[in-house]
């Protein structure tokens, strides 16, 4: 069975500056997504991030960014120039591909907390 | 955030109680889920539908039965819970497609006290 393991419970960051939340997953799969979201504190999920395995390069969304390691079987997630709105959890997911829906299998989460 | 919406947002229930979570898709979505978040522990998927055919149970008790009447509703029915059952229940809905992983939408859930 897949798991996602995020080893950062609580993390914090100053206004302006970079943060990195890291997320390890083991699977046998060779074909695989992998995903970040966010659940700000009204509880709405929404995506951050999207990775296909097969894709070398690292997936980039303005200001977010992954740092995909297949063979370390890591995918980081980094927040650059944080804002008080990037307060959240952040959930590390990942999901089989082979089927034509999603079966994600989520991480614990990382509260990232953003002072001003 | 009004992609998908479910109803109650919050639900107290007795353990003798019936009472059923509605989940509603405005997306044209053909897949739906149905997630346990308790505090404490990841995400936990129970059901899957897929062009409304239940595709994925991953081991739920009995107590939830999920019906998905077409393609934009989605239920879940509760009997007999335990308090344990106490959560978040969240809902969400993707396009199914070739590539599989199409992102999902989740709503704002339903926060299940069972007494």
């Known amino acids: 069975a897949q798991t996602v393991t995020q080893s950062q419970p609580e993390m914090s960051v100053q206004e302006a500056e970079t943060v990195t939340l890291s997320c390890t997953y083991d699977t046998s799969e060779s074909d695989y997504y992998l995903f970040w979201y966010k659940q700000p504190p009204s509880r709405q999920m929404i995506l951050v991030i999207r990775?296909?395995?097969?894709?070398?390069q690292n997936a980039t969304e303005n200001r977010f960014s992954v740092n995909f390691q297949k063979a370390a079987k890591s995918f980081s997630l980094k927040i650059s120039d944080s804002q008080l709105g990037d307060a959240a959890m952040y959930f590390c997911a990942y999901s089989p591909g082979g089927t034509s829906y999603g079966k994600l299998t989520f991480g614990q989460g990382t509260i990232l907390t953003v002072h001003p | 955030e009004t992609g998908v919406t479910q109803t109650p947002r919050h639900l107290v229930m007795g353990m003798t109680n019936k009472k059923s979570l509605k989940c509603e898709q405005h997306?044209?979505?053909?897949?739906m889920y149905w997630y346990k978040q308790s505090a404490k522990k990841p995400l936990e998927l129970m059901f899957v539908y897929s062009l409304e055919e239940r595709v994925e149970n991953n081991s739920v008790p009995s107590r939830f039965s999920p019906e998905c009447p077409n393609s934009s509703h989605l239920f879940l029915h509760l009997h007999t819970l335990q308090p344990e059952d106490s959560a978040l229940y969240l809902c969400?809905?993707?396009?199914?497609?070739?590539?599989?992983?199409?992102?999902?939408?989740f709503g704002p859930g339903t926060r299940l006290t069972v007494t």
């Open positions: 990775q296909e395995a097969y894709k070398q």
């Open positions: 969400a809905s993707s396009q199914e497609g070739p590539l599989g992983a199409y992102e999902q939408y």
């Open positions: 997306l044209g979505h053909n897949a």
